[in-house]
């Protein structure tokens, strides 16, 4: 399944399998029914900045692949033909310190205190102005760890950030965010602490431990110096590894004096997979600080009638489901304004692609599910530069491609089982992203609150389809009557 040359719309193999239902559960197959009517509510729910995925830690490969193989991968994901991600999350590396070697100690542009040295990390920094060139709206400074200079235990993992350094630390974010500013890329966000209750000290990768007490000191340091010196800049804060984790240790930082107004979004991971009982708690979160709240973090599940952390390669549109599913419920029960898939690409594969044609399209229990695209583990060796998408890469451009920032979401109720439908509203455009989950096709009509709507586009990705342009729906007055694959992903577009 090679895709470096020729269409992007190629198909992949189809594995059968249960799939994510809206409650984070199994959804069992079920027979075709007769249409069932929805209703997009008129009110709006919350507004949409952005869908994206992170440059970590695949651009310190692909700096050694050919440019024209680079160049291919950010037309895939940020040109209007590929998906078109509204954000990109560029990791600011802490230089790798302690860390095991490989692509998860990556450079760091600091030299010395106030030293730097600018040609450092060139796979990052080529796609941290990719993204800009292209246009992505929002790009995201993140940072795992802060440089061995500035932790208790002079590593860039394992550590704390070492106490009287937290203004040196702001300063350095905004020394580089600055330096980029002034070649015109601009961040739009910084990140300063990723999954800060875990402290990484088995050093697989950079991370640093911040205790909630920390939390406030670094936001507030970090939001006045980025404020002074880069206005427009604006802090994201804490990313928190799992959803409860999230919720009781916000308030301990977000509710110190003077901490709320340097955030812009508070920001969760969702890798303990929660119900929906833990993620509707999200949003009163956000009211209580008047924050919008991101997703910025989600992948590699193992199980997906039961999810959980592990090891799992799966291509196919079972897993394209499962990502899809996991989206809307961010958007239509946590509330979220954001959604970001973990990584952008993967070479976990689990196989070798070059001796195995079978390799890019079979689910195995080896690789892991956290690229959207794939390359080849051994490609230093082998000279295999090919590219390989999945399911998720398809799934992820339903909604990356046609929700765009500043679209508004409206609650949709009445949908049949196994069905969920994202409806957004932007500059006289309604889009409908409707997943059904079913193994068996739906029938569906779903009122709008517009009237004399006409449908202008249709689009599918099922086990056959990879984003490809269908035809359109009927529609009567403000109803569209809908008719859903099995197993398929489908994006409407009305104007109103």
């Known amino acids: 399944m090679a895709t470096r040359t020729g269409s992007w719309f190629r198909s992949v193999a189809v594995a059968s399998g249960f799939l994510i239902g809206a409650a984070g559960t199994m959804a069992l197959p079920g027979e075709a029914a007769g249409a069932a009517v929805a209703q997009v509510s008129p009110?709006?729910?919350?507004?949409?900045?952005?869908?994206?995925?992170?440059?970590?830690?695949?651009?310190?490969?692909?700096?050694r692949f050919a440019p024209a193989t680079r160049q291919r991968v950010a037309d895939l994901l940020f040109g209007p033909n590929g998906i078109q991600l509204s954000a990109y999350r560029f990791n600011i590396g802490g230089g790798g310190t302690g860390v095991a070697a490989g692509d998860r100690a990556p450079q760091t542009f600091l030299v010395s205190p106030g030293r730097y040295d600018w040609n450092r990390d060139p796979g990052g920094t080529a796609f941290l102005r990719y993204a800009a060139q292209y246009g992505v709206p929002d790009i995201v400074g993140f940072v795992n760890s802060a440089p061995a200079v500035w932790t208790s235990n002079g590593k860039a993992c394992g550590g704390d950030l070492k106490s009287g350094s937290t203004q040196a630390y702001a300063?350095?974010?905004?020394d580089i965010v600055t330096h980029f500013r002034a070649e015109g890329v601009k961040i739009n966000y910084v990140s300063p602490m990723n999954e800060p209750r875990v402290s990484f000290s088995d050093c697989h990768q950079e991370g640093m431990h911040v205790a909630p007490g920390q939390r406030d000191d670094i936001v507030r340091a970090v939001g006045q110096t980025l404020a002074s010196r880069a206005p427009g800049t604006r802090v994201i804060a804490d990313e928190s590894d799992h959803v409860d984790k999230f919720l009781s240790e916000v308030p301990q930082w977000a509710g110190q004096p003077g901490t709320a107004q340097y955030v812009a979004a508070l920001a969760h991971h969702t890798y303990d997979f929660p119900p929906?009982?833990?993620?509707?708690?999200?949003?009163?979160?956000?009211?209580?600080?008047?924050?919008?709240?991101?997703?910025?973090?989600?992948?590699?599940?193992?199980?997906?009638?039961n999810p959980a952390y592990g090891a799992q390669y799966d291509p196919t549109i079972t897993g394209g489901l499962g990502m899809a599913s996991m989206m809307y419920r961010d958007f239509a029960v946590?509330?979220?304004?954001?959604f970001h898939w973990w990584t952008a690409l993967s070479k976990v594969m689990g196989c070798n692609p070059a001796g195995n044609a079978s390799c890019a399209t079979t689910i195995n229990g080896t690789g892991y599910n956290d690229g959207l695209i794939y390359y080849d583990p051994n490609f230093a060796s082998n000279g295999n530069q090919n590219l390989y998408l999945t399911k998720r890469f398809y799934a992820l451009g339903q909604y990356s491609k046609f929700v765009r920032p500043g679209s508004v979401r409206h609650a949709v109720t009445g949908a049949p089982s196994g069905v969920q439908i994202t409806a957004t509203f932007l500059g006289g455009t309604w889009t409908l992203v409707v997943n059904n989950l079913n193994k068996s096709a739906q029938s569906v009509s779903v009122q709008l609150p517009s009237g004399g709507l006409t449908a202008t586009g249709a689009y599918r990705t099922s086990a056959g389809e990879n984003l490809a342009a269908i035809?359109?729906?009927?529609?009567?007055?403000?109803?569209a009557s809908l008719s859903l694959p099995a197993q398929s992903i489908t994006t409407y577009v009305f104007r109103g």
């Open 171 to 174: 300063g350095y974010l905004a």
């Open 43 to 63: 009110a709006a729910a919350q507004t949409i900045q952005n869908i994206g995925a992170s440059g970590a830690w695949w651009v310190n490969d692909l700096a």
């Open 276 to 305: 929906d009982s833990t993620l509707a708690k999200i949003p009163a979160l956000a009211r209580q600080y008047g924050k919008p709240t991101w997703a910025t973090e989600l992948c590699c599940w193992n199980n997906p009638t």
């Open 471 to 479: 035809g359109l729906p009927s529609v009567a007055g403000s109803t």
């Open 334 to 338: 946590s509330g979220d304004s954001a």
